[in-house]
């Protein structure tokens, strides 16, 4: 049984820091691009970044939406089969839910061609 669930959000003041983890298991994250979205109300989904997969080589290079670089870290744990999103300097602007996706040995993370989806979890920014 398939299952790809994310952990770790909540809220947190400005400028704090969140960690989220997706945990797959019944596949292997290794054989998979992983990206984390994030969708606020009433918006689309919106890559926030992905680490690549390369042939051979499940440590791909890392992508970051230009509104998160420099605040936002991903990385991968092939011993626990995760991928994580280290968030900090968090913004009134980063709340949203947030979703990880996995795509198959996928050089770049594109929402139409995700092949899981996790349930999304909630991140909140206020004081």
């Known amino acids: 049984q398939l299952h790809f669930v994310e952990s770790g959000g909540g809220l947190v003041q400005p400028g704090g820091s969140l960690r989220l983890t997706c945990t797959a298991s019944?596949?292997?994250?290794?054989?998979?691009?992983v990206g984390w979205f994030r969708q606020a109300p009433g918006k689309g989904r919106d890559e926030v970044s992905c680490?690549?997969?390369?042939?051979?080589?499940?440590?791909?290079?890392?992508d970051y939406a230009d509104s998160v670089k420099g605040r936002f870290t991903t990385s991968r744990d092939n011993t626990k089969n995760t991928v994580s999103l280290q968030m900090n300097s968090l913004k009134p602007e980063d709340p949203a839910v947030y979703y990880c996706?996995?795509?198959?040995?996928?050089?770049?993370?594109?929402?139409?061609?995700?092949?899981?989806w996790g349930q999304g979890i909630q991140v909140t920014v206020s004081s």
């Open positions: 680490i690549n997969y390369i042939h051979g080589h499940s440590d791909g290079k890392t």
């Open positions: 019944g596949f292997t994250l290794d054989d998979y691009a």
């Open positions: 996706g996995a795509f198959w040995r996928a050089a770049a993370c594109v929402a139409t061609s995700v092949n899981y």
